[in-house]
C-alpha cells in the first residue's frame, strides 16, 4: 500500500455547510452568477440496505419504508474500487468503518494528493409523467431563472427551451438549439403512470456504495439531500434515473472501448452541448470526491 495518512475529521455539520457552497459547473443566474443547488435543501443521514435477490436494486430507508435506489449510470469500474479497498483497508487500521461514517475523513495519499471520503451523496427528485413521459413544459419551469452560456460568453435561459444564436465555438453558432437530448422524448416509465413520479438517485458515491453493498455486504450510511420543508423541488438531475442494478462491470473507463455494442449508459437530460453544465463543482464547496471523466468545454 502507497502511504496514506488521515489528515483530519470533519463533522457533520461542517460537511453540510461545505455541501451548500458547492455550485454548478456550468449553470448560471440572470446575472452571470454561479448558481448553489444545494443552498437551502436538507440534508439529513439515512440507511441504503443490498439488494434482496439478482436483478433488483439497493433500497434506501425512507421513514419507515424502503425505497429502491436509482443511479445514473449503471456502471462501475474496478479499477476505482480496487483503490476504494486501499482506502478501506487504510481507514480501517483508524478504526474507521466506510459503511459507517457519519462525517467526512480527509486523508493524504503520497503522489495522488489530499480526498475527501463522506457517505455517498443520494438526491430526492419529483417528476411529472404523461404515459409515463417525463412532462418537458412542467419541468420547464424548473429551470426559471437559470441561464448557460455559449463559447463567446452570452448568456441563454434554458427555461425558453429553444436556444437562438448558441455560438458552439468563436465562430460558428446553432440558430436554434433545443436544450434536451433528442431521446428525451422517448424514454418512458411506463404507460399507466401520470402524475408525480419521486425517484432517489445516486449523486456521488456509487462505486462507494457498489463497494460497500456488494464486497463488504453491509447496508451503508447515506448522506440523503430532499427538498426543505415547504421548499422548491431541487434542480432537474443530469441524467435520467436508470435501476441500481444489473450492473455493467469493466475493468476501467478505457475498456469500454472494447464492448462498442454496450447498450446500457447514462442518459443525459440536457443536449450533447450541455450535458454536462448540471453537474456539480464539488471543490468548490471545499470537497475534494470526483472529477468528470471527460474534458467537454463547459463555459
Same mark, same amino acid.
Given at each position: ?13 461542517? +460537511? ?16 452571470? *452568477? ?13 440507511? +441504503? ?77 419529483? #417528476?411529472?409523467?404523461?404515459?409515463? #413521459? ?14 448557460? $452560456? ?8 434554458? *427555461? ?11 465562430? *460558428? ?44 455486504? $453491509? ?12 421548499? $422548491?423541488?431541487? #434542480? ?15 475493468? *476501467? $473507463? ?25 453537474? #456539480? ?19
Amino acid at each position: 500500500m502507497d502511504k496514506i495518512t488521515l489528515t483530519r475529521t470533519l463533522p457533520l455539520k461542517s +460537511v453540510e455547510d461545505m455541501l451548500r457552497h458547492i455550485t454548478f459547473r456550468g449553470i448560471y443566474n440572470t446575472r452571470g *452568477s454561479n448558481v448553489l443547488p444545494y443552498k437551502d435543501v436538507r440534508i439529513s443521514i439515512t440507511t +441504503v440496505y443490498p439488494q434482496s435477490s439478482p436483478g433488483t436494486s439497493p433500497e434506501i430507508k425512507i421513514g419507515r419504508r424502503r425505497e429502491p435506489l436509482f443511479t445514473p449510470q449503471p456502471t462501475i469500474y474496478e479499477n476505482q474500487t480496487n483503490i476504494l479497498e486501499e482506502v478501506d483497508k487504510f481507514l480501517l487500521t483508524h478504526d474507521i468503518h466506510m459503511n459507517e461514517l457519519r462525517n467526512a475523513v480527509e486523508y493524504s495519499w503520497e503522489g495522488r494528493g489530499t480526498f475527501h471520503i463522506l457517505p455517498p451523496v443520494i438526491e430526492k427528485h419529483t #417528476y411529472q409523467l404523461k404515459n409515463g #413521459y417525463l412532462d418537458l413544459p412542467h419541468l420547464l419551469k424548473r429551470f426559471k431563472g437559470l441561464c448557460v $452560456k455559449d463559447a463567446v460568453g452570452n448568456l441563454h435561459t434554458l *427555461s425558453d427551451r429553444d436556444l437562438q444564436s448558441f455560438h458552439i465555438d468563436g465562430f *460558428s453558432k446553432i440558430d436554434h438549439l433545443d436544450i434536451f437530448n433528442s431521446n428525451v422524448p422517448i424514454i418512458n416509465y411506463g404507460l399507466g403512470h401520470d402524475g408525480e413520479f419521486t425517484f432517489y438517485i445516486v449523486c456521488d458515491g456509487a462505486h462507494r456504495l457498489d463497494y460497500v453493498l456488494e464486497k463488504v455486504k $453491509k447496508p451503508m450510511n447515506v448522506l440523503l439531500v430532499e427538498p426543505a420543508k415547504g421548499g $422548491k423541488a431541487l #434542480y432537474p438531475y443530469y441524467a435520467f434515473p436508470v435501476p441500481f442494478r444489473p450492473s455493467i462491470r469493466l475493468s *476501467s $473507463k478505457k475498456a469500454e472501448k472494447m464492448y462498442n455494442r454496450i447498450e446500457r449508459d447514462k442518459i443525459h437530460l440536457l443536449n450533447d452541448f450541455l450535458k454536462k453544465t448540471l453537474h #456539480y463543482d464539488w471543490e468548490s464547496g471545499g470537497l475534494k470526491v470526483s472529477k468528470l471523466r471527460s474534458d467537454v468545454e463547459i463555459y
